[in-house]
């Protein structure tokens, strides 16, 4: 049986879905999927080294301002350590 394939929002490489995180953002706070509404898989690798980009692309997808950017990185950084 084939395992799901998903692509990373930031470097745009596939991978198999479990070697993913999967995110969301809800009330323009980035959090962890709850199984419900719209979400998106980053590979841990750009989790840990292109915060720029990722903070980048985040703010784009969601059209939130740069006040919001910061927030993201902080929480970003916190969901890559659990991680």
Do not use: W
């Amino acid at each position: 049986m084939s395992q799901p394939i998903r692509m990373c929002i930031v470097c745009r490489e596939r991978s198999l879905q479990g070697s993913l995180q999967r995110l969301q953002i809800v009330d323009g706070k980035l959090v962890l999927f709850s199984k419900v509404g719209r979400s998106f898989y980053i590979c841990k690798a750009c989790m840990t080294n292109n915060e720029k980009k990722v903070v980048k692309i985040l703010n784009n997808k969601c059209k939130t301002n740069h006040k919001a950017m910061m927030e993201f990185g902080k929480i970003f950084k916190e969901i890559g350590s659990n991680g």
